[in-house]
């Protein structure tokens, strides 16, 4: 059973372009949450999914970000118009139902 | 809204020393806590899990303790070595949330 699996690893876009993100979760887990770590800064949630529906996007900033996990396929994390400060690491966690979650390697995103 | 708060934020021990990191959170309607490690540069690593009806969990020379009712809960490392340095962060997830909520972390040095 293959970890979280975040590609790609690292992204450097400039700035105005767009940023996908993309999270396998590990098998059999429904539920996928999106995490956003600054330099020197601590884990800010961003935005939770289960198959086909958000449930809770608090996190996530009303411009320019959107999110989805479709029936079939990774979740994305969608970054548009990107500008400096969006860039940081991007950490996906999959679980199953109030269990134990389990992270990916994350996606370092770099705007120059 | 769940606060998290991991005390002291950097810790600089001798090798082979036993030591205590703490978390502690606000609200104590928690549905489970979890510790990670993160080394720099990387992913979350899932240390112990200890689910709410539950006081403590061991992994190895882990040992991770939960005390809902005062809001906190502690890692035990025992007999620590170089490669335990990392950072260290616990999460909780609370009944009536939709995220986990995290700790901004110990910085652990071990020194050979």
């Known amino acids: 059973n293959a970890g979280v699996m975040q590609n790609p690893r690292h992204l450097v876009r400039r700035r105005g372009q767009e940023a996908r993100l993309r999270c396998s979760p590990m098998?059999?887990?429904?539920?996928v949450y999106w995490y956003r770590q600054l330099p020197e800064e601590g884990l800010k949630f961003m935005v939770y999914l289960q198959k086909e529906n958000i449930i809770d996007e608090s996190g996530m900033p009303k411009e320019r970000f959107s999110a989805e996990f479709p029936k079939e396929g990774p979740s994305i994390l969608r970054i548009q118009q990107v500008v400096r400060g969006d860039s940081a690491a991007y950490f996906c966690a999959s679980s199953p139902p109030m269990r134990e979650a389990f992270f990916g390697q994350g996606t370092r995103l770099t705007v120059v | 809204k769940q606060e998290v708060t991991q005390i002291p934020a950097a810790l600089s021990v001798p090798e082979g020393e036993n030591l205590v990191l703490n978390c502690s959170f606000t609200?104590?309607?928690?549905?489970?806590l979890q510790w990670f490690r993160q080394d720099p540069g990387k992913g979350l690593t899932s240390l112990l899990l200890i689910q709410s009806s539950q006081r403590e969990q061991t992994s190895g020379r882990l040992n991770a303790s939960l005390d809902k009712s005062s809001g906190r809960s502690t890692l035990y490392i025992a007999a620590s070595q170089p490669g335990d340095s990392a950072t260290y962060l616990c999460?909780?997830?609370?009944?009536?949330?939709?995220?986990?909520?995290f700790g901004t972390g110990t910085s652990l040095t071990v020194i050979p």
């Open positions: 098998k059999g887990h429904s539920h």
């Open positions: 609200d104590s309607a928690i549905y489970n």
């Open positions: 999460a909780t997830f609370i009944s009536t949330g939709n995220q986990f909520y």
